[in-house]
T-cell receptor, first 111, second 116 residues
Framework: GQQVMQIPQYQHVQEGEDFTTYCNSS?????IQWYKQRPGGHPVFLIQ?????EVKKQKRLTFQFGEAKKNSSLHITATQTTDVGTYFC???????????FGAGTTVTVRA | ETGVTQTPRHLVMGMTNKKSLKCEQH?????MYWYKQSAKKPLELMFV???????ENNSVPSRFSPECPNSSHLFLHLHTLQPEDSALYLC???????????????FGEGSWLTVV
């Protein structure tokens, strides 16, 4: 079945620096979604990308969907302590009502 | 407030106990899910209910028994669990059932389960 792989698994970032986390699929995706889970919290939907090459921004977060619709990235600029958490990407897998989640990238920030 | 409410938030149970987790969604969604989250497998889909019908059982052991009496409520009945079943159990819902592309998942806050 379709699998979504995320790298890196852990990202330790100095406050103020930028970083990127990547999501790769073995198959073409109709769409890709990103979620954020704060420590001790639950995953919360951030954004959905649908079109090939699509780029969307949410303040310091930039999401991109690859041209082949097999990969996606999340770039965070000027990292802040509020960015701490685990970022999951998810793509449709085995039916449109079900998502296959990546293992997540856990971000910690050094002040 | 997520629109998906789970109770209890924390549960400690012995291996011979029977307990249930409850989930209620106030979003008018048609699909509901149980996920298990542990250190080994971050987000593991367990069950999917689509318009009250179970459409997915992701090879979950029979000691976990789901129940969906209506499209707003979902239960997870627990019986003779093992310590390795200790994890965060997340309920979720989504607007559409089968055939809808781009189904966004809304998660509850989770039930922390410890099996002793």
């Amino acid at each position: 079945g379709q699998q979504v792989m995320q790298i890196p698994q852990y990202q330790h970032v100095q406050e103020g620096e930028d970083f990127t986390t990547y999501c790769n699929s073995s198959t073409t995706l109709s769409n890709i979604q990103w979620y954020k889970q704060r420590p001790g919290g639950h995953p919360v939907f951030l954004i959905q990308l649908v079109k090939s090459g699509e780029v969307k921004k949410q303040k310091r977060l930039t999401f991109q969907f690859g041209e082949a619709k097999k990969n996606s990235s999340l770039h965070i600029t000027a990292t802040q302590t509020t960015d701490v958490g685990t970022y999951f990407c998810a793509g449709p897998g085995g039916g449109d009502y079900k998502l296959s989640f990546g293992a997540g990238t856990t971000v910690t920030v050094r002040a | 407030e997520t629109g998906v409410t789970q109770t209890p938030r924390h549960l400690v149970m012995g291996m011979t106990n029977k307990k249930s987790l409850k989930c209620e969604q106030h979003l008018g969604h048609n699909a509901m899910y149980w996920y298990k989250q542990s250190a080994k497998k971050p987000l593991e889909l367990m069950f999917v209910y689509n318009f009250k019908e179970q459409t997915e059982n992701n090879s979950v052991p029979s000691r976990f028994s789901p129940e969906c009496p209506n499209s707003s409520h979902l239960f997870l009945h627990l019986h003779t669990l093992q310590p390795e079943d200790s994890a965060l159990y997340l309920c979720a819902s989504s607007p559409r059932g089968q055939g809808y592309s781009g189904n966004t998942i809304y998660f509850g806050e989770g039930s922390w389960l410890t099996v002793v």
